[in-house]
């Protein structure tokens, strides 16, 4: 196979996943990063073992020997960094929220659709094989017409006023922080698994931490307690959101939202009832699917490549009775970017990941939840 080279832009916490997914495909080499400067470029280069360090992003994105741009910057950049590379005729893959609003993730889509380029999102949990193995047994009627779809995405780093992050600024992070840091995972995740889409909501936010110390630096996503000198600011985005669903398929669903429920790591929580059936899947136990029932014995599916639908057994990577995480998940989906840019397929057909319509949509559906919300809590259509 051919092989493919990769820059990326903005090497934080998350641009180390994406490196180490793409260099376990194989074919794939890491050739350039772009930092805030060159010299922090040049620190994170050599940490990572990548070739070329630069401290503007025009200049990987002129790389001749880069051909996908990875965008890993805080959201109000993903624009600019994304229109250069497809100004350039690169493949991109970004990072979730596409954009800081539906009308400039709109633009991005349909610049890439003009560029004719690959063009990605991480929603990286359809990368689990037990999300395609519910996602394949709904789509087979094994549970019925389904009528509801509930869950949460709960965590607790920023529970406390001196926990800090540049998702709270809106000219940052956009207007919504919690929705759309990790709500837009679950509405995603909903709509890929039931085979249905989100037709309204009705919603309801709140900010817990109204006032917060930030610190001299935010370039990082999360800023603890430490030594740096911090001033109070008060904080206008929602960090806890409730919301109520209606799909177009009639279903109704609901979720929580939250990242200031102590206890709670990276609690994302789907499950679908059917006529027949239910299903649950928890991502911090992420090898079981629960399946329900009403006449028979209650089952928990383990994750094993020989009990799988077709469809899901190629996202297990090992035997059964070997656990797989985060970081496989991960790697499935990059896996699924990059056989299809090797494949020469472009932006033609229908892509088997998340892309840069699916971030559209999802843009759509957070400013949907915001509006409901602004209004005093009205259904709201998408």
């Known amino acids: 196979m051919q092989r493919i080279g990769m820059g990326l832009v903005g090497p934080g916490f998350v641009a180390a996943h994406h490196v180490d997914a793409v260099r376990r495909l194989g074919f794939v080499d890491v050739v350039a990063l772009a930092g805030s400067s060159d010299a922090s470029a040049r620190k ?19 790389d001749r020997d880069v051909q996908v741009v990875h965008v890993t910057t805080p959201n109000f950049l993903h624009d600019p960094v994304i229109r250069a590379a497809l100004g350039a005729r690169k493949h991109v893959v970004s990072d979730k929220p596409l954009a800081v609003s539906s009308a400039e993730a709109r633009g991005l889509w349909q ?5 004719g380029v690959v063009h990605a999102v991480t929603f990286n949990y359809r990368g689990n094989p037990l999300v395609q193995q519910a996602r394949d047994m709904i789509a087979k009627g094994e549970l019925g017409p389904v009528h509801y779809v509930h869950g949460q995405y709960l ?5 406390e006023p001196t926990d800090y992050s540049w998702r709270l600024e809106p000219d ?9 840091d990790i709500g837009s995972h679950w509405c995603d995740l909903a709509e890929y698994v039931v085979g249905a889409r989100i037709q309204s909501v009705l919603s309801d936010l709140t900010t817990v931490i109204s006032t917060r110390m930030k610190p001299e630096s935010t370039a990082e996503a999360l800023a603890t307690a430490g030594t740096q000198t911090r001033r109070e600011v008060a904080i206008t985005s929602e960090d ?5 669903l209606r799909f177009d398929n009639g279903a109704r669903g ?18 679908v009832n059917g006529r027949r059936a239910s299903l649950r899947w928890i991502q911090e136990r992420q090898n079981e699917l629960w399946i329900g029932k009403r006449h028979e014995a209650n089952a928990l599916l383990a994750k094993d490549p020989s009990l799988l639908a077709p469809a899901a057994a190629r996202y297990a ?10 970081a496989d998940a991960f790697h499935n989906l990059m896996r699924d970017v990059y056989e299809w840019i090797a494949g020469g397929k472009g932006a033609s057909g229908a892509a ?7 971030g559209y949509r999802s843009a759509c559906i957070i400013e949907a939840i915001l509006k409901s919300h602004a209004s005093g809590g009205t259904w709201t259509k998408i």
């Open 317 to 326: 990577r090992l035997p059964g009775g070997h656990q797989e995480g985060w």
């Open 155 to 159: 965590q607790d780093w920023l529970l």
């Open 254 to 271: 609901a979720f929580s939202v939250g990242q200031v429920c102590a206890g709670h790591k990276n609690g994302l929580e789907l499950e």
């Open 111 to 115: 610049a890439a659709k003009d560029a």
């Open 172 to 180: 940052k992070g956009g207007q919504s922080s919690a929705l759309g």
């Open 44 to 62: 994170k280069a050599d940490a990572w073992g990548v070739p070329k360090a630069y401290g503007r992003y025009q200049d990987l994105v002129a």
């Open 352 to 358: 088997p990941f998340p892309t840069f319509e699916d």
């Open 240 to 244: 806890l959101a409730s919301v109520l």
